[in-house]
């Protein structure tokens, strides 16, 4: 059902290199989110879109910026990655219909090592 | 306090029985809950979500709400070991629009 993609599925990268986790999704959603996953732990949003050119910061304080140019497309960017920057990122969206149905679809997640 | 509180576990059940998972929240303005189940190494999946008192079913699964109380339970009836997963509960956080609010999740095994 879920047609929201993010590459690259897995990145290792060494410190100080610029990164762009790309997601997209087709399904016209309107709302588009990120989340940062350590293994064990909650998700931690990160940043949110309402639509094109509207971008937010999430809860958990993240060193990453965002853009929202298209519709489909929400990439997330590290300038300069450093080892603590290391953990899952799953990119999610939402129709933005309502409270009570704000099902997210989550992408199948980027595994970020920085070494 | 956290926002949205789950029991760590493992909650481990046999196989055919019943698997109770509980969920506190913080808010009182949350309106709707969600419940999402996470495999090792895969995203969340959307399974349950219940905006009103009382229980919703959905083929083995039910979730419970209880707002005077601050909690929301899921129940899967006739468990199975392919229901060994991570449950995620989830709130809307009434203070941000539509921004969820994960627990840490609760990890169940099935053993058959």
């Known amino acids: 059902e879920a047609d929201i993609y993010q590459t690259p599925r897995y990145l290792v990268i060494g410190t100080g290199k610029k990164i762009t986790l790309e997601c997209s999704q087709t399904m016209g959603h309107d709302k588009m989110y990120w989340y940062q996953q350590d293994p064990g732990m909650e998700l931690h949003l990160i940043h949110y879109?309402?639509?094109?050119?509207?971008?937010e910061k999430g809860d958990l304080s993240s060193e990453s910026t965002v853009s929202r140019i298209r519709t489909e497309h929400f990439p997330l960017t590290l300038e300069s990655a450093r080892p603590s920057h290391t953990s899952q990122y799953l990119c999610a969206s939402s129709k933005g219909t309502g409270e009570t149905n704000e099902k997210l679809f989550f992408g199948s997640g980027t595994q970020l090592s920085v070494l | 306090q956290k926002e949205v509180e789950q029991n760590s576990g493992p909650l481990s059940v046999p196989e055919g029985a019943i698997a109770s998972l509980n969920c506190t929240y913080s808010d009182r303005g949350s309106q709707s809950f969600f419940w999402y189940r996470q495999y090792s190494g895969k995203s969340p999946e959307l399974i349950m979500f219940i905006y009103s008192n009382g229980d919703k079913e959905d083929g083995r699964f039910t979730a419970q709400l209880n707002k005077a109380s601050q909690y929301v339970s899921l129940l899967i009836r006739d468990s199975q070991p392919s229901d060994s997963a991570t449950y995620l509960c989830a709130a809307p956080f009434s203070g941000g629009y539509n921004k969820l609010i994960f627990g840490a999740g609760t990890r169940l095994a099935v053993h058959p």
């Open positions: 879109s309402y639509g094109v050119n509207s971008t």
